[in-house]
């Protein structure tokens, strides 16, 4: 509902329920419809300016040589919104944020973040992680393994390689897509950023970062370590008594925590080396189960959450600072909400600042309002509520009634609901007077 409401909305111009849509309910802002098309295409098409201009500066792709960038310059309805659209990397420079996944692989490409080997193409360098390389190709998993194995740099002099092919290349394996412009035409015509199977191949590097103890326990791994597959970890995570043999590379890109932790101050916490393995740090109030699936979410962008693993996990992802990861908890939690859970998910989702579950969690009290005013949890969430509303006024009102309200009314959508929406309001009005909130 809220995907197709994004859709409309766009093709409106609505740029405040846009805003809302992307910021409040955390709707992906590049999703396609039936027909490949995305927010941006609809308001490039339909000629809204302003809202071209917000999608841009929300991370929202139309790269030049792209099925996507083509399409929204070809569609759009004015010169000002192409102009737009050309000087697409300028309005978005300042405006990535760490968190994606796309665009933290595309930085640890374009900046060589703790790039452990060099390939040196007819002069030109490109700094790069032997992980990732070894994980997405078989290729170079056996050449790192056997002929460049223990090189820190290696040159290629080939007369068929040259930098532009091998540019392209690096830039298929990191992100499944291709720089614009590039001369390598098969590498134009990209699949979504993020491709499942660039997915998978990094969900290899967390597989192989497990201790050999924990593999198959958890569950069952779908991307066995290949025999002699070596992921070159750099650091060594210990975890209650268990090591995991990780990359600074991701840790860094994807959370600010572990770039101030292994960065900043790695030498307040780093700790003797076993014989031969990497550098360890001791994280400490964290379980092993849950350090899994924070490890899983930082190579994959993504972990197997069930409702009852999502309340730690949840601490934890709020601590490290990896808001997608909470925002998968909260897509977890929202799965078990009734009578009974809705008003502790609600406090959760205020408690960690999960706005889509917040909403999800009144929209559903405004569904069941009627038992819900019974019960003495909901009744001391009101109460709450409105005690944190300073020098409460008669003007004044209290944020979770109004969220309910809004639920209630919205779902009037023809004549019989009236008096159903009527009763629930009834329901919610009485529990305020009883408790001399009425105001």
């Not at 309005?91 to 060589?112: I, K, N, P």
Request: net charge negative.
């Amino acid at each position: 509902m809220d995907t197709s409401d994004l859709f409309a909305s766009c093709r409106k111009g609505d740029v405040g329920r846009v805003r809302y849509l992307l910021e409040q309910q955390d709707v992906e802002v590049n999703v396609r419809d039936k027909w490949d098309s995305t927010p941006l295409y609809y308001a490039c098409l339909c000629g809204h300016e302003e809202l071209v201009l917000y999608l841009l500066a929300n991370g929202a792709r139309c790269e030049a040589n792209t099925f996507d960038g083509e399409r929204c310059l070809y569609g759009a309805l004015s010169d000002p919104i192409r102009r737009a659209l050309r000087d697409y990397k300028q309005v978005t420079a300042s405006c990535r944020r760490r968190d994606y996944y796309d665009d933290f692989l595309q930085r640890l490409l374009e900046q060589g973040i703790h790039s452990d080997v060099v390939f040196v193409v007819h002069g030109k360098p490109f700094r790069v992680h032997r992980c990732i390389l070894g994980a997405r190709s078989a290729y170079f998993a056996n050449m790192l393994d056997t002929k460049w194995k223990g090189k820190s740099v290696v040159v290629l002099r080939h007369p068929l390689i040259n930098p532009v092919a091998f540019g392209a290349l690096l830039q298929y394996l990191y992100t499944v897509a291709s720089k614009p412009g590039t001369c390598v035409k098969v590498l134009t015509i990209e699949p979504p950023a993020a491709d499942p199977r660039l997915r998978e191949d990094m969900a290899l590097l967390a597989d192989c970062a497990l201790p050999p103890e924990l593999r198959g326990d958890l569950w069952e791994l779908p991307f066995p370590c290949p025999d002699g597959f070596n992921s070159c970890p750099d650091i060594c995570f210990r975890v209650a008594g268990r090591s995991f043999l990780c990359h600074k590379a991701f840790f860094c890109g994807r959370s600010d925590y572990f770039r101030a932790l292994l960065d900043d101050h790695f030498r307040e916490s780093e700790e003797p080396a076993t014989s031969g393995g990497p550098p360890a740090v001791t994280l400490h109030g964290i379980s092993s189960d849950v350090f899994t699936h924070v490890l899983y979410y930082v190579y994959s962008d993504h972990t197997e959450l069930s409702p009852e693993a999502a309340y730690d996990v949840l601490s934890v992802a709020d601590m490290y600072l990896l808001p997608g990861l909470k925002r998968l908890c909260g897509r977890s939690l929202a799965q078990v909400l009734d009578e009974d859970t809705v008003v502790g998910v609600w406090r959760v989702a205020k408690l960690f600042r999960l706005a889509r579950l917040e909403d999800q969690c009144t929209e559903y009290m405004a569904k069941v309002i009627e038992k819900l005013v019974e019960r003495e949890d909901f009744v001391e969430a009101v109460k709450e509520e409105a005690a944190a509303v300073a020098a409460r006024q008669e003007t004044d009102s209290i944020p979770l009634v109004d969220d309910i309200r809004f639920h209630v009314a919205s779902t009037v959508q023809t004549y019989s609901a009236i008096e159903e929406a009527q009763q629930r309001l009834r329901a919610l009005e009485d529990l305020l007077v009883s408790i001399g909130l009425d105001c």
